[in-house]
């Protein structure tokens, strides 16, 4: 795998000042695919400066221009596309499924984003002072702060960093140190389209260490943050006490609600991709799956056959659907919730185990909506069966959760499918399929505690941008 080791400031590819050496490791054996010099704050203030720098001359680009490079961007991204996946399969333990998910979002991204310059309308608006006329323009927002996790590193971060740049921001994004070269690629890639210096630069270095100053420096407009409800609940009050716009993508606790007349054939095979896509590291992935009681016993039988099916190993496999765990501090969290799953009175109905950083699939039965695998996001292969008296009681314990962020519900009558996912507190619900969806010209977002702000198309277009009233008086009004 190429290292990607240099930090990408203002078109220059640099090492950072910090005196720090971090290592990026590989989530199959742990072993270090190469180590880099952590950015400083220096370096932070270096990437913003270089971002500023660079707005005006962007921004005043055409939007045919604008377009014009985001289509090269998706070509470069085409062509890398090999590279791409040694890097999130060497960094991430990203199966064959979760590449091409990543590659080919990240290109309709890009595909998609090329409709945005021109998404640049203002209105004129009648006034009711005798010869005044109002306009109103849309303008970017300026420089966009991006944070990115490491689930799902390349989209997560492109999915800013694509729209900011395709309204005429500029941006710094800062990855999560378990997967420091996807910001350091996205760099060859807008590298490789052209693109002028200083529109995208990457920084890498703990959160703990240049996270706060990324957030709090006074170059950012806006920061982009997708990662954990507890640091984002950090970086909104910090963005908040500086009346610094922020939009947070954040945790999830989703649930499958199986209805009585639902075929469980169907709901089985799709709650197998919810569940362990990418090894449930997925902020979508299905935490719980509620099944009404009557077919509760059918639905575990035919799941826990189907779970058993499930090829966990060396994600270079293309027939491996569950690779490795992110890092030993992630098995570590997951293997606690298990722990107290099992200490709370679940019952293990199919029983997983650890090799290093391979998780085989756990499922429990017998789960109550408190359990320490019900109540948290455990963000891996493990999934909890709830059994429900009925529909009513389905909704209510899906909606016992302070978080919002996806769901999904099975049911023969469409319609009535439809009016259950109404009643589900969570900005998306998927009737018969499972909760990780994402369309990049389709809302996405959150509620409760999984976020602020809405991705994708119109909707991204309004958050990295903001509108100006301007008004002239045609006739003396004093
Ligand atoms: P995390 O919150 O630990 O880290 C996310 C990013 O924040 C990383 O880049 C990290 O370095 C940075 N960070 C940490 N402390 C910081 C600070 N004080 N200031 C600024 N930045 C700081 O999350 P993670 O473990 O990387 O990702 C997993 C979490 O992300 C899960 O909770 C998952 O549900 C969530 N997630 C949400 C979405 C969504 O769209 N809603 C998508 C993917 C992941």
Redesign the pocket.
């Known amino acids: 795998m190429i290292a990607y080791d240099k930090l990408y400031i203002d078109g220059q590819w640099v090492e950072g000042t910090s005196g720090k050496v971090m290592e990026d490791a590989c989530p199959m054996d742990n072993s270090v695919l190469y180590t880099y010099k952590a950015a400083s704050k220096e370096d932070v203030d270096r990437a913003y400066e270089a971002a500023r720098k660079a707005q005006p001359a962007w921004a005043a680009t055409t939007p045919g221009e604008k377009a014009a490079m985001l289509e090269k961007l998706a070509q470069a991204i085409e062509e890398m596309s090999g590279e791409i996946a040694d890097l999130l399969i060497c960094e991430g333990g990203s199966t064959a499924p979760k590449v091409g998910f990543e590659i080919s979002t990240c290109i309709n991204i890009c595909k998609q984003a090329m409709k945005f310059p021109y998404l640049m309308r203002g209105e004129t608006i009648a006034s009711d002072i005798p010869g005044k006329q109002n306009f109103t323009f849309k303008n970017p927002k300026g420089v966009i702060g991006v944070?990115?996790?490491?689930?799902?590193p390349l989209v997560?971060a492109m999915r800013s960093v694509v729209p900011a740049v395709a309204t005429g921001n500029t941006v710094v994004l800062?990855?999560?140190?378990?997967t420091p070269g996807t910001a350091f690629i996205i760099g060859k890639f807008f590298e490789k389209a052209g693109f002028p210096k200083g529109v995208y630069n990457a920084v890498a270095g703990?959160?703990?260490d240049i996270?706060?100053y990324?957030?709090e420096h006074p170059v950012p407009d806006a920061i982009s943050?997708?990662?954990?409800?507890?640091?984002?609940k950090?970086?909104g009050s910090?963005a908040g006490s500086m009346i610094k716009d922020v939009s947070l993508?954040?945790?999830?606790n989703n649930v499958m609600l199986i209805l009585k007349d639902a075929d469980l054939e169907k709901a089985a095979r799709a709650a197998i991709f919810g569940a362990f896509f990418n090894q449930g590291?997925?902020?979508?992935a299905l935490n719980r799956i509620l099944i009404e009681e009557s077919r509760y016993d059918e639905f575990a039988k035919i799941f826990i056959e189907a779970v058993k099916q499930v090829k966990v190993g060396d994600p270079h496999d293309p027939e491996v659907f569950i690779g490795p765990i992110i890092s030993q501090t992630q098995v570590k969290s997951i293997e606690r919730y298990i722990e107290a799953n099992i200490e709370a009175g679940a019952t293990v109905a199919l029983e997983g185990h650890t090799e290093g950083n391979y998780i085989y699939p756990w499922v429990f039965t017998d789960c109550t909506n408190d359990m320490p695998a019900c109540c948290n996001?455990v963000?891996g292969p493990v999934v909890c069966l709830l059994k429900v008296k009925d529909e009513e009681e389905g909704i209510a314990i899906a909606n016992d959760t302070s978080y919002g962020?996806s769901g999904s519900v099975f049911t023969e009558d469409l319609f009535h499918g439809m009016e259950v996912a109404k009643r589900i507190e969570s900005g998306m619900v998927h009737v018969n399929d499972q909760s990780i969806n994402d369309e990049p010209h389709v809302m996405?977002?959150?509620e409760k505690m999984?976020?602020v702000g809405r991705?994708n198309d119109h909707w991204v277009v309004e958050k990295f941008t903001t509108e100006k009233w301007i008004s002239v008086q045609t006739e003396p009004r004093f």
């Open positions: 944070i990115a996790p490491w689930n799902v997560l800062k990855p999560a140190s378990d703990r959160g703990s996270g706060d990324f957030v943050f997708t990662g954990s409800t507890e640091v984002g950090r970086i910090t993508e954040l945790g999830g590291q997925v902020c979508m996001e963000f962020l996405f977002g959150g999984s976020g991705f």
